[in-house]
């Protein structure tokens, strides 16, 4: 079991910046890939930023040179880091992580944190 518990969301102008925060528990050395996805009202939720543990980095065509996706080993914690902030990044954004343990893969997602950018 993992938990995940996202923080840092808010109310920015177009232009700025904010920083998600998740922070991990659990069985973390099952965890192979962390990611933020997002979900705008009335529309799907889409993957924003992944990280392979140990390995890569992949965004989003639509983020890519304004989000840094990172992760603080020492703190379970894993990073989003928001710049540039556009209208469009108006989201509810969630946390997510996948385990493999004995041949059984699970994902987990945390409750999300809203992201309102205002033009």
């Known amino acids: 079991q993992v938990q995940l518990v996202e923080s840092g969301g808010g109310l920015a102008q177009a232009g700025g910046s904010l920083r998600l925060s998740c922070a991990a528990s659990?069985?973390?050395?099952?965890?192979?890939?962390m990611g933020w996805y997002r979900q705008a009202s009335g529309k799907q939720r889409e993957l924003v930023a992944s990280i392979i543990i140990g390995r890569s980095t992949n965004y989003a065509d639509s983020v890519k040179g304004r989000f840094t996706i990172s992760r603080e080993n020492a703190k379970n914690t894993m990073y989003l880091q928001m710049n540039s902030l556009k209208a469009e990044d108006t989201a509810v954004y969630y946390c997510s992580a996948s385990t493999w343990r004995n041949r059984v893969q699970n994902e987990y997602w945390g409750q999300g944190t809203q992201v309102t950018v205002s033009s």
């Open positions: 659990g069985s973390m050395s099952s965890i192979y890939v």
